[in-house]
């Protein structure tokens, strides 16, 4: 039963921490839910029928914040009976029952590999009137059987693969996603279609090691290649891709991003430490002139390309010395943007023991001297734009203070987040349309386009975000790759034909 009362579908709401990939297995969690029956909550109902909390165990403080979330429903859940609390994603896999030992009034716990069980969970828990926790050691069938509820008109996550072969010393993600599993190219692809079918104009391939694509069917080049096959899909504007790792990093791959009209120039490649020392003890298996080489690589190929990291300050054993070199690397860089972490013990990682961990004071420092040094080389860098005519899509959320100045904001083909002035064309620029305008003002986080736009395309993603309409892609049946000829393809559902 998904009832609330008699005729009244149960309500839902999906809490969501973490990395893109969490964002996605959101879309598949809310996809799943309405496909059993569940209607999506209003945004200011504070008692839906079901909370879902779809968790992350890489951030700081991870855990505390559920527990401090989860105490904040338990007197609301008090109050409403019926109402059902789950937890899902990486912290579920890792603390399994130990989340309803330490929170009993959660009805289920589900893991990152049995995402399709949920509905199933709920009525069992609903039936029962026990809490039902369910975690898979492996995957069985890969999330993207399971149907979507897409949280954009104009932009959609695809995933090429889940899990990760990797065994960096600071991550847990390997032990909580397993080992890499990749999906078919075929099959890729025509959820691509499926989402331009529906609107859709920007995709952004989705992996914990994106480039490694392939490696569990033997084609080292299998991820340059489906960058060109993107470039084939007609209505497919923009391609993206997140996160690669150095060491896979192939000179196809920069070839394929210059040489497909529809791949953005844009990369986000991690390189957590400047130092050859760290990136040994984090098990990183390149080192500081392998990064650089390959940035060198695609600004040849590419000069406009907007290169953005992930940086790590304060691993364990980090000298001074260790972090000067990072600064070093990261002038050397000129990277448009940067996301900086302070290093935080992860129960379950090598590093967590780790000799040499180092005083919170010695990390803040180091931390506040990395966004400085940041900072003013984005800042350099996006003067350089300044006159400079960009594309801009069209967002929603991205700029927090537009309502109050009458711009609206969108990214750049760079990836660069742009609040554009609408002049004249007010009222009439929708989310999911493309607008050119001509930079005026640069900040180290943002660029200002404050002149009346050049010119304003309207698009199918636009007329569907201004009808209220969501994109929804059924399950697709697909599976892992297997050993011998494959079977013969499903006939083609809505236009296409095949996470």
């Known amino acids: 039963m998904t009832t609330a009362a008699a005729g009244s579908p149960r309500t839902y709401q999906v809490r969501t921490y973490g990395c893109q990939m969490n964002v996605h297995d959101s879309e598949r969690i809310s996809g799943l839910l309405e496909d059993a029956g569940y ?125 990760c072969n990797n065994t960096c010393t600071f991550c847990i993600v390997p032990s909580l996603r397993g080992k890499e599993k990749d999906r078919r190219p075929g099959d890729i692809l025509s959820e691509v279609r499926a989402l331009v079918d529906s609107g859709v104009l920007e995709v952004t391939l989705l992996g914990q090691n994106v480039n490694s694509y392939g490696v569990e069917f033997g084609d080292r080049y299998a991820f340059g290649k489906l960058l060109r096959a993107c470039g084939d899909i007609d209505g497919l504007e923009r391609v993206r891709f997140t996160s690669p790792h150095p060491k896979d990093f192939t000179d196809d791959v920069i070839a394929a991003m210059a040489e497909t009209p529809n791949v953005c120039h844009s990369l986000h490649m991690p390189l957590q430490s400047g130092s050859d020392d760290v990136l040994r003890a984090m098990r990183r298996s390149y080192r500081s002139e392998r990064y650089l080489g390959i940035i060198e690589k695609v600004r040849a190929a590419m000069p406009d390309a907007a290169i953005t990291t992930d940086i790590i300050v304060g691993f364990p054993g980090e000298t001074e010395a260790d972090f ?119 900040a180290p986080h943002h660029l200002n386009a404050d002149g009346a736009p050049l010119a304003h395309r309207r698009t199918r993603a636009g007329d569907a975000a201004e009808a209220g309409q969501v994109p929804r892609t059924p399950g697709v049946l697909l599976g892992l790759p297997t050993i011998g000829a494959p079977a013969a393809p499903p006939a083609p559902v809505g236009g296409c034909a095949a996470h």
């Not at 716990?109 to 369910?134: K, M, Q, Y």
């Open 324 to 442: 000067a070199r990072t600064l070093d690397v990261v002038r050397e860089a000129r990277f448009s943007s940067a996301f900086t972490f302070q290093y935080s013990k992860r129960p379950g990682t090598p590093a967590a023991t780790m000799d040499g961990q180092l005083p919170k004071q010695v990390v803040q420092e180091r931390y506040e001297r990395l966004i400085a040094c940041v900072e003013e080389i984005t800042w350099a860098e996006n003067k350089k734009l300044v006159g400079e005519t960009v594309e801009v899509l069209v967002a929603v959320g991205e700029g927090r203070k537009d309502e109050r100045t009458g711009r609206m904001s969108g990214r750049a083909r760079d990836g660069r987040l742009v609040h554009f002035a609408t002049g004249d064309l007010a009222g009439r620029i929708r989310p999911g349309d493309i607008v050119h305008t001509t930079v005026t003002y640069a």
């Open 39 to 163: 209607v999506r909550a209003a945004e200011a109902d504070e008692q839906p029928d079901v909370v879902v909390f779809n968790t992350c165990a890489v951030r700081e403080n991870a855990d505390n914040r559920l527990y401090g979330n989860l105490g904040h429903l338990r007197p609301v859940k008090a109050k409403h009976p019926g109402m059902q609390i789950a937890v899902g994603g990486c912290l579920a896999q890792k603390d399994r029952g130990d989340i309803v030992r330490k929170a009993p009034w959660v009805d289920v716990v589900f893991g990152t590999h049995n995402i399709g069980s949920l509905p199933a969970l709920l009525d069992r828990a609903r039936h029962n009137a026990a809490a039902e926790v369910e975690i898979l050691e492996s995957l069985e069938v890969f999330p993207s059987t399971l149907p979507t509820r897409r949280e954009s008109t104009y932009a959609g996550w695809v995933s090429i693969s889940v899990g």
